[in-house]
């Protein structure tokens, strides 16, 4: 298959193109060109700003896809114009969402309890929003707009020891250099996703037949107060930690 | 063995958790187990990604 990946030089967006390739897919990487080609002459490499809607229009031009995916889209301006861009370009669009499409009020998520289909759409840029405000918004554009099946993969935080955002070892960090951790609620229960499990769901989500919205994570949550302990058990030597 | 300091609320910027959430924040997945896929679980491989971060960072 043909196959588009916005997003796809580092972390799991990376480990996605990398499956599209082991599988055999004929793969296109569209970046702005600030990091360079991982995979060399295994994919096609466009370099353009997709917030640029005229350069991004002009490059795809007489391109066509079976599947397009999206991890680097945060707001309802980027939704629109690639939707529209898109449109008879491909058979599918798989849109990288988020758990902060959710309230965190300590209710267990199923994908009916953010309904991006009857959400009031609001237009604007990714300054313009939160994080989780803009993936709402862009998944109620896409949804309501595109002319082709749209997937919202609902990620939560994902890990991996190629983290660019270092937010677990923020805490190894800390921990490590006894330096004070603060947070509002330490039995609060979060979930997690490995960046190879976040692209293998991908690539599933893109090469079956389901659309709408999809949570995405492992099984089991974790307490903040388990995860530091974790951490101790790490780096000391004792029993490991009773989670 | 080395315990982490946590603060509940105060503590200046450089020590807020990025992960600080005020009340259970996950996700149920049963709409994509139905449509095929299988998940990990969590216990299986946070502890490895623990160590191997702990490991990367100098310590033990």
């Given at each position: 298959m043909k196959i588009l990946v916005l997003g796809g030089t580092r972390f799991f967006g990376k480990k996605l193109v990398e499956l599209c390739i082991q599988n055999g897919h004929e793969v296109t990487i569209l970046t702005r060109g600030q990091s360079s080609n991982p995979f060399g002459n295994q994919v096609l490499h466009l370099i353009v700003d997709r917030n640029d809607a005229n350069a991004l229009t002009q490059i795809l031009d007489g391109m066509t896809w079976d599947i397009v995916y999206d991890n680097i889209c945060y707001s309802p301006n980027e939704a629109r114009d690639l939707a529209k861009i898109l449109q008879s370009k491909t058979k599918k669009l798989v849109f990288t969402s988020t758990l902060a499409t959710y309230e965190a009020d300590g209710v267990i998520k199923n994908e009916a309890d953010f309904?991006?289909?009857?959400?009031?759409?609001?237009?604007?840029?990714?300054?313009?929003?939160?994080?989780?405000?803009?993936?709402?918004?862009?998944?109620?554009?896409?949804?309501?707009?595109?002319?082709?099946?749209?997937?919202?993969?609902?990620?939560?935080?994902?890990?991996?020891?190629?983290?660019?955002?270092?937010?677990?070892?923020?805490?190894?960090?800390?921990?490590?250099?006894?330096?004070?951790?603060?947070l509002p609620n330490i039995d609060a229960k979060m979930?997690?996703?490995?960046?190879?499990?976040?692209?293998?769901?991908?690539?599933?989500?893109?090469?079956?037949?389901?659309?709408?919205?999809?949570?995405?994570?492992?099984?089991?949550?974790?307490?903040?107060?388990?995860?530091l302990g974790l951490i101790e058990d790490a780096i000391g030597e004792g029993d490991t930690y009773s989670w | 063995m080395q315990l982490a300091k946590v603060t509940l609320i105060a503590g200046d910027d450089k020590s807020h958790s990025p992960y600080?959430?005020?009340?259970?924040?996950?996700?149920?997945?049963?709409?994509?187990?139905?449509?095929?896929?299988?998940?990990?679980?969590?216990?299986?491989?946070?502890?490895?990604?623990?160590?191997?971060?702990?490991?990367?960072?100098?310590?033990?």
């Open positions: 309904d991006p289909y009857t959400f009031g759409i609001r237009m604007g840029g990714i300054d313009d929003f939160t994080y989780g405000e803009g993936k709402r918004q862009a998944e109620a554009v896409l949804f309501k707009q595109a002319t082709f099946p749209v997937v919202a993969v609902r990620f939560p935080i994902v890990v991996g020891e190629h983290d660019y955002t270092r937010r677990l070892h923020f805490h190894v960090e800390k921990i490590l250099n006894e330096e004070p951790i603060s979930s997690f996703i490995t960046d190879d499990e976040a692209a293998t769901f991908l690539y599933f989500a893109g090469i079956s037949a389901i659309e709408g919205p999809f949570n995405a994570t492992a099984t089991g949550p974790i307490s903040l107060k388990d995860l | 600080g959430i005020p009340a259970d924040w996950y996700m149920a997945t049963a709409k994509a187990e139905v449509a095929g896929f299988t998940f990990s679980q969590l216990k299986d491989w946070l502890p490895g990604l623990v160590q191997t971060l702990v490991k990367h960072e100098g310590g033990n």
